[in-house]
Structures are given as structure tokens and as C-alpha cells.
């Protein structure tokens, strides 16, 4: 995207973005759910920056996430984790894509509920496993088990992830799609909650 379509796109949701203020949407759900490719065609969308806190993570540490978990192990990664989307929503407006854990976090959710507007990508099982085997890049998902994993993952943080402010439930449909909805999802309850910063 360049400056003059951001721009353009800016003005085409001039209404979300004034009533966004300095907020920042926050993507939560679980792996495979589209939080990173879908938070990046909504920041285009709307002309915002896109971050997405893994690769921060992975820029931060120089190393990558499975790299990570085995050198460091998941609690440093957690408070790694932590620390990151602490200091990426000091600032806003932007969209920012969480890794699958974050949101598990009680002070995450905290700063997420006070500088942020945040969308659970809801997905069912079967869509989770045919899009997390496209990569093997998520630690907590070598296992001989994937889907007990993710079914596991499913029945735990699925009551918290349901404390967003937002849930847009996903399916096989494009990303542009989800997107939209997602975008109209928004729309909608900055209407109806009025808040701005
Ligand atoms: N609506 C969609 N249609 C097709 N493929 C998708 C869709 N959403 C995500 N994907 C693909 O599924 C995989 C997992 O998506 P990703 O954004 O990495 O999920 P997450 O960040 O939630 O783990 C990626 O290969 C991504 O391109
Ligand atoms: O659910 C999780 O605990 C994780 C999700 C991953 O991000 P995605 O949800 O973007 O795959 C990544 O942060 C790490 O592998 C742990
Ligand atoms: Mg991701």
C-alpha cells in the first residue's frame, strides 16, 4: 500500500477512524484463525499499521518463535510476549495481530481493554487444523497429537477470548470476505458503544 492509498482508504472510513480515536483493534483467537493475514488486510483497508506481535518478538529477540520456546522455554516467551504488546499499544491508532496466547494473559487483556478495541477471529476445529498444517512454525503444536492440542486449546480459552469486545466468526471463505465483516463488525459497535478516546 502506498501513501496516496492509504490516504484514499483513510478517507473511505473517515467515520470508524474518528470514532477509533487513538485506539488500536486487536486481534485474539486461536492459531490458524487468520488473526495475521486478516489483520493485515484490515490495516490496509483502513490505512493503519499493521504489527504483528510475533514478528515484533521475533525482531526483538532475533531469533525465531520455535527457536525461542526451545532456547527460553513458553514462560519466557509468555513474558516476552507481554512486555511487547505493552509497549506497541503505548501508541495508536494501529492494527495489531496477537499470537494465540496473548490474550490468555490477565495484564495483556487489561492493556488490550484500555487501549484497544479487540476482535476474536472465532473458528471451528476443522478450519484451525487445515490451516495451522500449512506451517510448522507453532511450537505448541508439535505434538504426535495437533488436533487433541488444538481441541484442548479450544475448550480453554475459548470463555476467555469471548471477553473481546468483538467476535466475527470465521470460515472458509476468502480473506477479503472476513475483512469486510470484520470491518462492518467493527463499524458496528463503535456505533452502538459511542466510546472515543
Ligand atoms: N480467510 C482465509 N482464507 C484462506 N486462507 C486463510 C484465510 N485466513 C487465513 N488464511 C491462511 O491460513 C493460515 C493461518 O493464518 P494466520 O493468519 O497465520 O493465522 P493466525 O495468525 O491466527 O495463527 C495462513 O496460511 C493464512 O494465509
Ligand atoms: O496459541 C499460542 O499459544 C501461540 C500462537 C502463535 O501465534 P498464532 O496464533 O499467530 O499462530 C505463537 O504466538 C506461538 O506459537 C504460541
Ligand atoms: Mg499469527
Excluded at 482508504?9 to 495475521?36: E, W, Y
Excluded at 495481530?97 to 496473548?102: F, Q
Excluded at 495451522?132 to 505448541?140: A, C, I, M
Amino acid at each position: 500500500m502506498n501513501a496516496q492509498q492509504a490516504s484514499a482508504n483513510r478517507t473511505n472510513h473517515a467515520d470508524l477512524l474518528q470514532k477509533l480515536g487513538q485506539r488500536s483493534i486487536v486481534f485474539v483467537g486461536l492459531m490458524g484463525a487468520g488473526k495475521t493475514a486478516i489483520g493485515r488486510k484490515v490495516a490496509s483497508a483502513l490505512g493503519l499499521p499493521f504489527i504483528d506481535s510475533d514478528h515484533e518478538i521475533e525482531g526483538v529477540s532475533r531469533m525465531s518463535i520455535p527457536e525461542l520456546f526451545a532456547a527460553y522455554g513458553e514462560p519466557e516467551f509468555r513474558a516476552l510476549e507481554q512486555r511487547v504488546i505493552a509497549r506497541i499499544l503505548e501508541t495508536g491508532p494501529k492494527i495489531l495481530s496477537t499470537g494465540g496466547g496473548a490474550y490468555m494473559n490477565e495484564e495483556t487483556r487489561a492493556a488490550i481493554a484500555a487501549h484497544g478495541v479487540s476482535v476474536w477471529l472465532k473458528a471451528d476445529l476443522d478450519l484451525l487444523m487445515e490451516r495451522v498444517s500449512k506451517k510448522q512454525n507453532r511450537p505448541l503444536l508439535r505434538d504426535p497429537d495437533p488436533r487433541g492440542v488444538l481441541s484442548r486449546l479450544i475448550d480453554e480459552r475459548y470463555p476467555v477470548y469471548a471477553q473481546a469486545d468483538i467476535t466475527v466468526a470465521t470460515r472458509d471463505e476468502t480473506k477479503e470476505v472476513i475483512s469486510s465483516e470484520v470491518i462492518e463488525a467493527i463499524t458496528h459497535h463503535l456505533k452502538s458503544s459511542g466510546k472515543v478516546d
